[in-house]
């Protein structure tokens, strides 16, 4: 097996340089952070060979031991979700979206941490829509910081939960790639989710950026169509 292009020298030296006036102990609370979206990632890098590993026939029994467990625990783990058809952009900036309530130190993933996951995702459509019409990715950022709630006093260990309307996005980002005839869900869709969920943060932040619902789901289709021509 080749070796991964990332080091434990590579991640502490990082951790340094981004903390250079911090002390130890400030340090240990960074890296458990990180290392909590290391094994996020590492969970979506499975889900997505499991996904593949189906669509060719493979059995969960054979999916239960390529991973080293029972068909029973491979099949309740990786069965269809409430993320089946993500695209793995998309599920990237859920992995965002869970990193940055831990940063803030928040108990929940608000639709304002998702929308922080999109533009932490700049592959996504989503991020090109919300730069091109905002200007920058500074100037997108920091409308979604400021509306952001204080840091809590605590970082959270293990599970986060999302928020009602955060649930309500991501149906709406299901319900947008049906409407639009796509059948996948990709992170135009979830920008389109955190719009239609009309009493959110992030929709409320969309439209004090000038977005709209009606015009968004034109651009969508528009961009999606030009790169289908290409």
Request: hydrophobic share 40%; aromatic share 4%; no cysteine.
């Amino acid at each position: 097996m080749s070796p991964l292009d990332i080091s434990l020298a590579d991640l502490i030296a990082r951790l340094d340089e981004e903390l250079p006036e911090s002390d130890e102990l400030a340090r240990i609370s960074e890296a458990r952070l990180r290392a909590q979206t290391l094994s996020d990632l590492g969970d979506q890098l499975i889900d997505h060979y499991v996904s593949k590993a189906k669509q060719v026939g493979a059995s969960w029994t054979e999916i239960g031991d390529a991973i080293g467990v029972t068909k029973q625990a491979a099949q309740q783990r990786h069965a269809s979700g409430p993320f089946e058809r993500f695209t793995d952009l998309n599920r990237h900036g859920i992995v965002l979206a869970q990193e940055a309530a831990r940063t803030h130190k928040h108990d929940f993933i608000g639709t304002e941490h998702l929308l922080l996951g999109l533009l932490g995702e700049p592959r996504g459509l989503a991020y090109e829509v919300l730069v091109a019409r905002v200007g920058s990715e500074q100037d997108v950022r920091a409308a979604i910081e400021e509306a952001l709630p204080p840091a809590g006093t605590k970082a959270l260990r293990g599970h986060i939960a999302f928020r009602p309307e955060s649930k309500e996005a991501i149906e709406q980002a299901r319900a947008a790639a049906t409407d639009l005839g796509h059948d996948w869900v990709g992170t135009e869709h979830m920008l389109l989710g955190l719009i239609r969920a009309e009493a959110s943060p992030a929709a409320r932040i969309l439209r004090d950026l000038g977005f709209t619902s009606d015009e968004l789901g034109e651009t969508i289709r528009a961009e999606v169509a030009a790169r289908d021509n290409q």
